[in-house]
């Protein structure tokens, strides 16, 4: 949810506002210098922010419209004034009534000019930001640039994106994707260039962390104060679509992780954009006990027409202009309540998750949209997946009731100490009646930091590469891609990735060495293309049905059966050892009589030469019925080992 990054100077740098870089400062006049150059009308044309406009299909000039609604008087200058002042207008309708926007058409205005807005207060002072609604910023603290959201020729036309039940879901940070130590952090160009690894690797959909302009250049993304343009450091808004573009042409949907349960704090071109603060932010924040969050005084009005639609226009750019496949909305249930405290209630955030959610719903429901909105207190967590008439509308959601106690009964040292149901609890527990309605996983941006590791560390801290962390971070993976639910990893955890995320500290690629972790990637790579049911003979592992129909806790062995419709192709019957013994012979009941063939065995030392290469072999189930299932038989299972079944 959150990086560490330095709030307290960030906020302060935030209350005072945005300022030039020293060049800047020399080549542009400062609002009590600049010249009022022009004087121009309200505009007519449509568009909030830098809007280009064309006559008879020829780029004509730009519309700027900024919502300023507390302000005396508003201009934009820039490359197409010289720098020099050009007052906008208010927007005045038939009936006389002002719908706080200012406006005008300057026709100089070309794309890749940049520009920015001075406000005036009603107590005649003057301030100087950047556009909030920039689609292209030079820097956090710099000018803002016209962009055309046309001029990106898209190629990859013939992508679907996949559908929620066969999703398999990669996050990654674009800073540290692929990148090398020292210098800046990766960008949109360094990811493109790995997109066939994750291809061959079974991936279908990315998760990138937050792209929206921040300060500095390195950070999670959980700070953007540009909702609309993406991070400066990491590449053009071109760029960015050339990303998605390429992730398509390879068949890879592309998610963006969004951020409004606060913004910033610091570098905010909204921050008092009218001049007025209200004693907070301005218009554009609660100045109540509501603009309280945990990363500052910067929650947004959701109350607000104007800010919901501020909020909605910037998904909207994501799915529309740069054909984004879904959305992950972060820390939702600090959009809903000021602490994470149900009693602590902000109704009016359920007016933004409603109204976007049914319009991606109307417009193109085969795009995802995700809560983050898990956590202690919460009684509601259904909701946020529930029908828009009553919740939330999400498709899914980060279930934290799966992550915590699988990671919990592989992290434990002591077997007698693992829990094999709160591990079925885990599997079997689900969302509003829909095994897509969450996202499971044992890594994301959050385990594997702010005080949590890497799974193969927190096993064996200073010691990830061991057998034991080997085998048993494994073996959460096998149950992740075996349970109901769409299963995400994180960038890195395919080849074991150690220690514990930073933005400063990119995925150690030569992992992927033979001698080191290649055999891992392989297995997860297989455990991909089981879930995604490649070889059609695992269908059941994408469907809705689960049956955990074995816990042994004495023994630390648990079975479950999943299917979708049922049949040979279809049923799977998944067995885990959660303790470090070998069994030479154990009974597992089956949903059918006959051949069952081992589909997977994670104790196969092609994964690793230290595994045990326990002999999982093609099993009859030709005993009688156990369990309520009607036939069982007896296999071969190795110790911390997940192995699959199949007809």
Request: proline share 4%.
């Amino acid at each position: 949810m959150r990086d560490r990054i330095r709030w307290s100077a960030l906020l302060l740098a935030g209350l005072l506002g945005c300022g030039d870089s020293a060049l800047e400062t020399q080549q542009r006049s400062s609002p009590e210098t600049a010249q009022v150059v022009q004087q121009l009308a309200a505009s007519t044309r449509p568009g909030m922010g830098a809007s280009i406009y064309y006559v008879n299909n020829v780029i004509a000039g730009t519309t700027f419209r900024t919502w300023a609604p507390l302000a005396k008087q508003v201009w934009v200058k820039g490359d197409f004034s010289s720098w020099g002042l050009i007052a906008l207008s208010k927007e005045i309708d038939n009936n006389g009534i002002w719908n706080g926007n200012w406006s005008g058409d300057v026709t100089a205005g070309r794309p890749g000019q940049k520009y920015k807005y001075v406000t005036r207060n009603q107590w005649d002072g003057d301030a100087e930001h950047a556009d909030p609604r920039s689609a292209w910023q030079e820097n956090s603290s710099g000018a803002s640039i016209i962009y055309n959201q046309g001029e990106y020729q898209w190629k990859a036309q013939q992508f679907g994106t996949p559908a929620f039940n066969q999703m398999v879901i990669y996050e990654m940070h674009v800073g540290t994707f692929y990148d090398s130590v020292g210098g800046g952090p990766g960008n949109w160009t360094s990811a493109i260039a790995k997109l066939d690894y994750l291809k061959d690797l079974g991936i279908n959909m990315i998760e990138v962390m937050p792209v929206f302009e921040f300060a500095g250049d390195f950070s999670w993304g959980y700070n953007a104060a540009y909702p609309f343009a993406p991070e400066s450091a990491y590449g053009s808004p071109n760029d960015m679509k050339r990303f998605v573009d390429e992730a398509h042409y390879r068949g890879i949907g592309v998610i963006f992780d969004v951020v409004h349960n606060h913004y910033g704090p610091s570098d905010l071109p909204m921050w008092c954009f009218s001049g007025n603060c209200l004693n907070n932010g301005g218009e554009y924040f609660y100045n109540d006990w509501r603009m309280n969050t945990p990363w500052g005084s910067s929650r947004p009005d959701y109350g607000r027409p104007e800010v919901r639609a501020y909020i909605r226009d910037s998904m909207m750019s994501l799915t529309h202009a740069f054909q984004a496949d879904g959305l992950r909305w972060d820390a939702t249930k600090f959009m809903r309540t000021s602490d994470g405290n149900d009693a602590n209630s902000i109704g009016d955030a359920w007016l933004v998750f409603r109204s976007i959610n049914r319009e991606i719903n109307a417009e193109q429901p085969w795009k995802i949209s995700i809560a983050e909105d898990f956590g202690a207190g919460s009684s509601i967590t259904n909701d946020a997946t529930s029908d828009t008439s009553g919740g939330g509308g999400f498709d899914a959601q980060w279930a934290g009731e799966f992550v915590h106690p699988v990671r919990q009964a592989v992290i434990e040292m002591n077997d007698s100490n693992r829990d094999m149901n709160a591990v079925k609890n885990a599997i079997t527990q689900g969302f509003s009646n829909r095994h897509t309605a969450r996202i499971i996983y044992t890594e994301s941006h959050d385990e594997v930091a702010n005080g949590h590791a890497r799974v193969p560390e927190e096993i064996w801290p200073g010691n990830a590469g061991s057998w034991a962390a080997k085998k048993r971070s494994t073996l959460a993976a096998g149950i992740t891609f075996t349970s109901p639910g769409i299963p995400l990893m994180f960038q890195g955890q395919e080849i074991l990735e150690d220690g514990y995320f930073s933005d400063g500290d990119p995925v150690d690629w030569d992992k992927l060495k033979p001698e080191r972790f290649a055999g891992i990637r392989t297995m997860y790579r297989d455990l991909i293309r089981l879930r995604r049911n490649w070889f059609n003979n695992t269908r059941g592992l994408r469907g809705a049905n689960v049956n955990v129909y074995h816990v042994n806790n004495a023994s630390k062995v648990i079975a479950y059966h999943r299917w979708e419709n049922g049949g040979p192709g279809d049923d799977v019957v998944i067995v885990a050892n959660f303790s470090g013994t070998y069994f030479d012979s154990y009974n597992v009941a089956f949903p059918r009589g006959g051949l069952w063939y081992a589909r997977f065995n994670s104790d196969w030392n092609g994964y690793s030469s230290d595994f045990g290469n326990t002999a999982t072999l093609d099993t009859n189930a030709n005993g009688g019925g156990k369990e309520g299932l009607p036939s069982s038989g007896n296999i071969k299972l190795g110790p911390y080992s997940l192995v699959i079944f199949s007809q």
